[in-house]
């Protein structure tokens, strides 16, 4: 208990506007990082003082946006054939990729339109690879953008609801449920990656 303690003090006292949007960059790639451990603990600590909610929702908006980016942009110009390639490859599984993700989120898009990068933002298993199959169609960027935006911002808002929610009911619940949650969270990021280790020995 106190390696995760002393690990959540220091992942709390490094978490800023501008790691909250790095974080939320990377979580919104293909790398396997829940924003479930990033908005809700910047929320718990917006409700210490130390910063303001509304940024904190800004700026990992605006990061997931950048990630969101990324994966449309490398989409648009490999195109499928490599993409797919990649996917399927052992370092595409590494990163917890696979050609069945990818093509669940390309037949996704194809049912939903444009508007699936608003509403996968809000689906788990979708929301980090809903972009991709956004480049492979070549969707109009500026309402990849729009509606990026607008889903991951409202992904957003809902974890950080939780977060300041927990940081005012702290004591009624427990006084140690923000360790707690980073030590789920980061179990749960560990047993990701040893899951995509043993699929890449598999392969």
């Known amino acids: 208990m106190h390696f995760f303690q002393t690990l959540f003090e220091w992942y709390m006292a490094n978490l800023n506007y501008f790691s909250i949007a790095l974080l939320m960059a990377i ?23 130390d910063l303001n909610v509304f940024i904190v929702v800004l700026m990992g908006t605006m990061g997931a946006l950048t990630g969101s980016l990324i994966n449309y ?12 390639k990649f996917a399927g490859s052992k370092l595409g599984k590494m990163f917890l ?13 194809i049912r939903n339109g444009k508007t699936s990068t608003f509403i996968g ?3 788990p298993g979708i929301r980090h690879l809903i972009s991709i199959p956004a480049g492979l169609a070549k969707m109009n ?8 935006f607008i889903g991951a911002g409202m992904w ?10 927990l940081y005012a009911v702290r004591e009624q619940i427990f006084p140690y449920v923000g360790h707690i949650l980073f ?13 995509a280790r043993k699929n890449g020995k598999k392969a």
């Open 97 to 109: 990729l696979s050609e069945e993700k990818v093509k669940h989120a390309e037949e996704y898009f």
């Open 156 to 165: 957003n808002v809902i974890l950080a609801i939780i977060g300041y929610y």
């Open 73 to 84: 942009t490398l989409a648009y110009y490999l195109g499928r054939p490599i993409v797919y």
């Open 183 to 195: 030590a789920v969270g980061l179990i749960f990021v560990v047993y990701l990656i040893i899951k």
């Open 27 to 49: 979580e919104s790639t293909f790398l396997p990082l829940p924003s479930e451990v990033v908005i809700p603990f910047a929320a718990y600590k917006a409700g210490q003082g």
């Open 121 to 123: 933002r809000l689906v």
């Open 141 to 148: 960027l500026r309402d990849f953008m729009l509606f990026t």
